[in-house]
């Protein structure tokens, strides 16, 4: 047997050890082959690469440099001394690494991988709404597009809104594009939440709205699907469940979980605390990769529920964006520039106590 194909063998029972119970053996004898491919390429080419926690499991635990929510990346993104960023996730994301390591070569795996709340708004939307507002401070979730964060006065993820809304130290915030976050950010923070449609035209309540977050109708795809009646359904079969959810949920679901955070928050919850079960209400990969290195904890999903756009992030397409260094993630440098300057000032934020 020559040293590589035992150092692949030896890799396949890694994987098999780890995600024997997620994965059928031949298959994992498949991904161990494409692993083992990546990972010589990856330091061949001096690359980083970077895996959302909703990246599967082979692909999450086997490849990824660093792992986490999308704060998290963005950090490792900005330190990373390497060649190349292969972003494994989607295309905002990849774009905030390139508005804040320009120098790097920055790749996403695939063209597919979008987002429904980056879709949901555009630079021209947000220039109108300043229009509408004038004065009023624009909070822009990292789930948009360079242009739009071009437009804004700072970025936030799930994991720093709050804070980052509190030290506006403004009544009134703008805060895109995401409805349903807008929604519990204002009833975690005490404020109301209107829409633009609710006063066009009517200048005077406009000046007169007071702790209040002008909110806009982008939704998660797939975090919009989760109901208060398929929590109430697990807690009748599973009385003692945890249930977690991320808050591009809607209110009346988070309003009926026990814990609501980013991706991160939720994977050390579940960590960090006993439970004979867990209801995890985001991505269905996450719980896989959580089962992988927790194998004790039970953790119960909903499984219609994927990214379509995550999902296209696949260890073939990683593969292949290594070999053929696509796609390429660039943007114009005005634009990159004045993005930059809101997600600085997020990354200036000190998390809330
Ligand atoms: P996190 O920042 O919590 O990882 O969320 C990103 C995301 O796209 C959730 O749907
Ligand atoms: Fe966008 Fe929702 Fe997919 Fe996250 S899970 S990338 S918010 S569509």
Redesign the pocket.
């Known amino acids: 047997m020559s040293y590589s194909t035992r150092d692949q063998q030896a890799l396949a029972e890694q994987m098999q050890d780890r995600l024997g119970q997620l994965v059928p053996s031949p298959e994992i004898q498949l991904k161990a082959e494409l692993v083992s491919k990546i990972n010589r390429l990856k330091l061949e080419r001096n690359a980083v690469i970077l895996g959302h926690n ?1 990246m599967e499991p082979a692909l999450y635990h086997f490849v990824a440099d660093f792992t986490g929510d999308s704060l998290e990346l963005c950090r490792q993104a900005a330190n990373t001394d390497r060649d190349i960023i292969v972003f494994c996730g ?1 295309r905002f994301m990849a774009e905030t690494a390139k508005i804040i390591n320009p120098s790097k070569l920055v790749l996403l795996p695939s063209l597919e991988a ?5 879709a949901s708004i555009t630079a021209a939307d947000v220039r109108a709404l300043r229009q509408q507002y004038p004065g009023v401070p624009v909070v822009t979730y990292v ?1 948009t597009y360079a242009e739009v964060k071009a437009e804004s006065d700072i970025c936030c993820t799930s994991s720093n809104a709050a804070a980052v809304i509190a030290s506006l130290q403004s009544d009134r915030v703008i805060f895109l594009p995401d409805e349903y976050m807008a929604k519990n950010l204002a009833r975690q923070t005490g404020k109301s939440v209107v829409f633009p449609e609710d006063h066009s035209n009517k200048a005077d309540s406009i000046r007169s709205l007071q702790d209040t977050i002008i909110g806009w109708h982008g939704r ?4 919009e699907k989760f109901t208060v009646e398929d929590i109430q359904n697990v807690r009748k079969q599973f009385p003692d469940v945890v249930v977690l959810a991320h808050p ?1 949920c809607s209110p009346e679901v988070i309003e009926a979980v026990d814990f609501s955070g980013s991706t991160a928050a939720m994977i050390d919850y579940v960590k960090t605390h006993k439970s004979p079960h867990f209801l995890l209400l ?2 269905c990969s996450m719980g896989d990769n959580i089962i992988a290195e927790n194998p004790e904890k039970d953790i119960l999903r909903l499984c219609s529920v994927r ?4 999902n296209q992030i696949t260890l073939e397409q990683t593969l292949q964006s290594l070999q053929r260094l696509q796609y390429e993630v660039d943007l114009p440098e005005d634009i990159r520039l004045r993005a930059r300057g809101a997600i600085d000032k997020m990354l200036a934020i000190q998390p809330l106590r």
């Open positions: 909703y989607v979008g987002c429904s709340l980056a789930n998660c795809e797939v975090h591009e985001t991505e990214c379509p756009h995550m």
